[in-house]
């Protein structure tokens, strides 16, 4: 515990200093995208803009073809 003269002491030291920014290396871990199999793809496309939608966000691309495995919306 430091003493009030030893603390108006250090906060003078530390004055000026920026406030403590984490750099890019030391940023909070985030998802890049995540993958989830569907059954119905345009149940899973309809899903895909309502809900990110009411939060701002819009889809950017599909990759949807009727009869395929390998469909996509993002």
Same mark, same amino acid.
């Given at each position: @515990?430091? +003493?009030?003269?030893?603390? /108006?002491?250090?906060?003078?030291?530390?004055?000026?200093?920026?406030? *403590?920014?984490?750099?890019?290396?030391?940023?909070?871990? @985030?998802? +890049?995208?995540?993958?989830? /199999?569907?059954?119905?793809?345009?149940?899973?496309?309809?899903?895909? *803009?309502?809900?990110?939608?009411?939060?701002?966000?819009?889809?950017?691309?599909?990759?949807?073809?009727?009869?395929?495995?390998?469909?996509?919306?993002?």
């Amino acid at each position: @515990m430091q +003493h009030a003269i030893d603390a /108006g002491a250090h906060a003078d030291q530390h004055r000026c200093r920026h406030a *403590d920014v984490p750099s890019p290396s030391k940023a909070a871990p @985030m998802l +890049h995208h995540v993958s989830l /199999g569907v059954r119905t793809i345009e149940i899973s496309a309809a899903f895909c *803009d309502a809900a990110p939608g009411a939060l701002g966000y819009v889809r950017v691309w599909s990759d949807l073809e009727s009869g395929t495995l390998d469909q996509a919306v993002g």
